[in-house]
Structure formats: structure tokens, C-alpha cells
């Protein structure tokens, strides 16, 4: 009994994956933790999901609504994750036609200006193009605009675009753009607090930096938060270092050779604090 149960549980899985789109399992596959999806067929990432004991849900629960979230990650960034579920891609497919195979996946930014009524022009700033299977990504902007608004979509080559998910417009959080930390304490309020627990006796501040170790390709040009670091010319590594901000910190690397660019965003969260002083009754 239990046995034809599990037969007919892995039949209907099987039916519901090959029911969906190659771009829906290969997001599907990235969830379940399967490698080296990119080049799978859409026989193959059905055998390696079913392989990979990962729950398939219902059709219902496969198809959840579409949905870009942005927010700002700091006075330079903005952080943004999405949903597009198969349909919305298909609509694509279809409204850009003979296009779709020249389509790229990019988010297109536009400045927005506010006033007291709310926001009332938009400039386009630049596309930044994705890789397909991404469902997150950071933008970096400029810490002086007011406001800004981001579509999710497909550019073909010419100018022709397909908006599948668009943000409303966000008005920059201005207390961001007075510390390059982010939300938290900053670094001089961290000083001030350690030396206010006892100037006379006893104070306690802390100090770090951030370290990175990288590999590229010998003879490759690379960057860590825009700034040039010099790539071993035998062994293609690269070391960077600076002072560790309280709070969050964005740090985008990019290594760059002839007409090929790879680029990655590490977020670290670091966050000191000072307690309150103590009587040990000593002394």
C-alpha cells in the first residue's frame, strides 16, 4: 500500500514538473541546491530535481504571485529580490516575438525627483543586465538623488523593452546619505560612548578591518569597492583591505579582461556593542 503511494506521489510529481517552463525548473533546480543548471535540458533538470528528495509543491502553490521588493541598503545600494513566475515570462516570450531570442534580462533604473506633492519627474539612469537565473541582485546609485524607481524586464538590442515588474517610486531615506554605515551607530558615536563609560579610568574602544583574499584570471584587471588592486601576474590573486564600518557594508568585486567582465557583491553586517559599565566591587 505504502509502495503504491509512492509511486503515485512520484508520478505526480513528475507530471507537474514537465508541466512547467525550462526558466521555472531551472529556479526550481537552484532552490533544491542542484549545480550546473544552466546547461541542463528540460529532461534532465526533471531527473536531477527528482534526484535531489526536494518537495515539489502544488501547481497552485508553483504559481505565486509575481513581486519585485527593493529597499536601500545603505546611502549607495539598493538591494532588490523578485519573483516572476513562468506566465509572466511567457507573455514576454510572446510580445517580444522574433526579439526573444536576442532578449536580455536587465533591471533599468530611473532617477526620480521629489517635492512637497510627492514625486512628480523620472530620469532614466542606465540598464544593468542580469544573469537569467538571478532573483536578487544590488544596484548601486548615487548618494545625492532623492528618490528612484526600478523595472525588472527583458531589452532587445535597438531599444525595444518588456517591462515584466516595476517598484513604485522611493524616496532615498536622507538620514542614510550622513554615514556610509547604514543604519546603526557610527563609528564616532561608538568612540564617544566607549570614552562616557569612565574618560578618567577606564575606556575601551574597538577598531577592525575588513580583509579580502581573490583569484582571477593572470593578466586580468580587478576592483573591490571601486578601487584598483594589483592582480599577481603569475598567479592571479589579489588582495584588499580597509577599515571595518559599524553596520552594514557593501563591497562589489570585478575582475575585467578584454571584452569579458565578472562581477560579485559581498554584504557584511557587523555591529559592536558597548554595554553598560559595572561595579566588580574590586579596588
Known sequence: MRDSQRLRSKTNQKTQLQAMTVLGLKRLAIDAGVAGVSGLRKDALVERIMQSGSEVASSSDLEQDDCLKVSEAGPFWLSLEWKVTPRLVERASAALGQDWHRAEKVLRLYRVDWDDSGPHAREHVRDETLPEEATNWFLRIDGTSVGWKVELGYLVPGGKFFSLLHSPDLEADQGMRHQFSGPGTSGDEVVSRSQRIDSTELSLHIEGDIALNGKTLPGAEASVDDDSVDVH???????????????????????????????????????????????????
Open 233 to 283: 601576474a603569475e598567479t592571479g590573486q589579489f588582495h584588499w583591505q580597509a577599515p571595518l564600518h559599524n553596520g552594514r557594508v557593501i563591497i562589489p568585486v570585478v575582475a575585467e579582461v578584454s571584452n569579458q567582465r565578472l562581477r560579485a557583491v559581498i554584504s557584511i553586517e557587523s555591529t559592536i556593542h558597548y554595554l553598560e559599565p559595572e561595579k566588580t566591587g574590586l579596588g
